[in-house]
């Protein structure tokens, strides 16, 4: 039996913490924001049920960072690798042989290699396996508006970001013209540079979100504690990937009833009969592409740190995405005006 451990925390604050805590729940948000630095950290699930074709099992624990979206971002870093530390140390002492780290805990600082110095056993960030389900969904989208990617224009939100510049450097080998949209305008025009030497197409680079409203894919992947995209950011007939936990995409887009599709960006199916125990507003049997890459590390006994730091290496996106394929996970297909779009295989990763 391979044996995994996984770090959540709290991503809709309220809903979240009112799943253990009702009490604690109903205290105002900034003083959930400040509790979340000192609480411990809470043991949430035994995951069991995961068993590969080649029957392969994995079991795992689920452990929760308290630290809250704004705290995360906004909180000093030596306070939040502490507490993202006391969360890996759990999963250690429960039996985690590798740890995962999710949504905005691999996002913060230097993006797992504190935390991985301070553990005893490997830590991944899963942005590899993240980046892969990711460049393929993109794929699949534009089959479904049935056109050849070389005609799209794609733009990725947080483009400068860990995932954002890995999915830019894959992707703009594919797409008609790709987009960067970032924060900061001398990273985003270093990237941009860098990308025109490889790109089939045209790129350009952006730091205001109205640029968004030229792209018909969009894929979102900031670290932001709370929704960026508005429905005046994009154009009637876009389709957004929005990967970031928490969400990019605001409630006004899915409210409005605009011509515009939302993919939850990272969905995969697991091998065998998972029980995850929590909803992560995923079907049952369903990961984060995150939490995929730690299992699928695990189930291969590659028990090492495999993708820590923001750079990712294309040779990683294309190995980890073979194992996981090889062990039967596979990115969940899009429902695309009420029909299933399948997500092609790992091997047009890169
Ligand atoms: N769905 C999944 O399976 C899955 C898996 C892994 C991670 N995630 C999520 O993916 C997201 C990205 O992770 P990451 O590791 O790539 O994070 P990251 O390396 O911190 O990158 C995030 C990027 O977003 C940029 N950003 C923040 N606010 C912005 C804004 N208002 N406008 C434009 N850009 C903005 C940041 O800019 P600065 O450089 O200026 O800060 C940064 O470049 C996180 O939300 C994480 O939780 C999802």
């Known amino acids: 039996m391979e044996r995994f451990g996984f770090i959540v925390h709290p991503l809709d604050v309220r809903r979240d913490v009112a799943r253990r805590f009702r009490l604690l729940s109903r205290l105002p948000l900034r003083w959930l924001d400040f509790l979340s630095g000192y609480f ?10 995961i068993r590969t074709a080649q029957l392969v099992e994995a079991e795992g624990w689920l452990v929760a960072c308290p630290l809250t979206p704004r ?29 995962g780290l999710g949504a905005l805990t691999s996002a913060v600082g230097d993006a797992g290699e504190t935390v991985a110095r301070a553990l005893n056993v490997p830590v991944t960030t899963g942005n590899s396996y993240t980046v892969a389900v990711t460049c393929l969904s993109v794929q699949a989208i534009a089959q479904s508006m049935g056109k050849p990617l070389g005609d799209l224009c794609v733009a990725v939100l947080g483009g400068t970001g860990s995932i954002g510049s890995a999915c830019a450097r894959l992707l703009c080998r594919k797409v008609g013209h790709l987009r960067v949209v970032g924060r900061d305008a001398n990273a985003v025009q270093q990237l941009v540079h860098a990308l025109g030497a490889v790109a089939s197409g045209t790129v350009s680079g952006a730091t205001d979100l109205t640029a968004l409203r030229d792209a018909d894919i969009v894929v979102s992947a900031t670290n932001s504690a709370g929704p960026l995209i508005r429905p005046q950011h994009l154009r009637p007939g876009a389709a957004v990937y929005d990967l970031a936990l928490p969400p990019d995409v ?4 899915r409210e ?12 995969v199916i697991v091998p065998g009969t ?4 929590i909803n992560f507003g995923l079907p049952p049997g369903h990961a984060y592409a995150c ?48 029909e299933l779009v399948e997500v092609p295989s790992c091997a047009g990763v890169v």
């Open 274 to 277: 998972p029980d995850f125990g």
């Open 71 to 99: 705290a995360m971002t906004q909180f000093p870093l030596r306070r939040v690798y502490r507490q993202i530390i006391r969360a890996g140390q759990l999963a250690e002492r429960l039996g985690a042989g590798i740890v």
């Open 291 to 338: 939490m995929a890459e730690t299992i699928a590390l695990a189930l291969e006994g590659r028990y090492e740190s495999y993708t820590l730091g923001r750079t990712i290496a294309p040779e990683r996106v294309l190995t980890i995405c073979t194992i996981a394929e090889r062990h039967g996970f596979r990115p969940a297909p899009l429902r695309v005006r009420g």
């Open 250 to 253: 605001s409630a006004a887009v």
């Open 40 to 49: 411990p950290p809470v043991y949430l699930w035994h995951v069991t049920g």
């Open 256 to 267: 409005m009833g605009l011509n515009v599709a939302v993919y939850s960006g990272g969905d």
